[in-house]
């Protein structure tokens, strides 16, 4: 197994347009998490899986962004009509219930 | 809404030398789980230590140890022995039981001095 892969690793994108990020965890795993992570914080939650099942979505999460996890394997995070604030390095992570999770590398938006 | 502080927004440390980073949470919870997670520069975030608040010991992994306080909501992570590598920045993380959403700290960044 090769860990949690994310993709693209870059994406710059004018703003308002949409983007579509993917995550593929390890495969043993049945959770799957996003974060989003801003210069010098640390991670905030955007959502979770569990196989196919989207367990939690932060309220602070607008509608412009969705998740998927079709048949509990990889996910795709997609934001609609992007905006500056959404300049930010999308975490992906996965793991099994009750241990830590095992990151991949990130997705960088820039939104210009 | 559980909380996670990191007090120390920088330490640094003379290789070979310990150093020991603070974190402290705010929960209702009695059973919760607690990370630290380091992330190098430019690099994937990894973990450290997990640590079981319903376990009394401190989790130790080779040269990373936690003291846990549960009953002052602490959480330290002490590095020993401290090498080059070392130099990251550091995240303390809380779990609830069902272990889902994690919250983080703001980090501590580490700098190791040759």
């Known amino acids: 197994d090769t860990g949690v892969s994310q993709n693209p690793r870059h994406k710059i994108t004018k703003r308002g347009q949409n983007v579509t990020f993917r995550c593929d965890p390890i495969?043993?795993?049945?959770?799957l998490y996003w974060y989003r992570q801003t210069l010098g914080q640390g991670p905030e939650f955007l959502t979770y899986?569990?196989?196919?099942?989207?367990?939690?979505k932060s309220r602070l999460l607008s509608d412009r962004f969705s998740a998927e996890r079709p048949k509990g394997s990889f996910s795709t995070l997609e934001i609609q009509r992007t905006e500056q604030g959404d300049s930010a390095m999308y975490l992906c992570?996965?793991?099994?219930?009750?241990?830590?999770?095992?990151f991949g590398s990130g997705t960088r938006l820039t939104v210009v | 809404a559980q909380t996670v502080t990191q007090s120390q927004p920088e330490m640094s440390v003379q290789e070979a030398e310990t150093v020991t980073l603070s974190c402290t949470y705010d929960?209702?919870?009695?059973?919760?789980?607690l990370f630290w997670y380091k992330q190098p520069p430019s690099r994937q975030m990894i973990l450290v230590i997990r640590?079981?608040?319903?376990?009394?010991q401190n989790a130790t992994e080779n040269r990373f140890s936690v003291n846990f306080q549960k009953a002052a909501k602490s959480f330290s992570l002490k590095i020993s022995d401290s090498q080059l590598g070392d130099a990251a920045m550091y995240f303390c993380?809380?779990?609830?039981?069902?272990?889902?959403?994690?919250?983080f700290g703001d980090g501590t960044t580490l700098t190791v001095k040759p």
């Open positions: 992570a996965s793991s099994l219930v009750r241990y830590g999770y095992t």
């Open positions: 495969s043993e795993h049945n959770r």
């Open positions: 899986f569990q196989n196919e099942a989207q367990l939690e």
């Open positions: 929960t209702s919870e009695s059973d919760y789980y």
């Open positions: 640590q079981e608040a319903y376990k009394q």
């Open positions: 993380a809380y779990s609830n039981a069902n272990a889902g959403k994690s919250t």
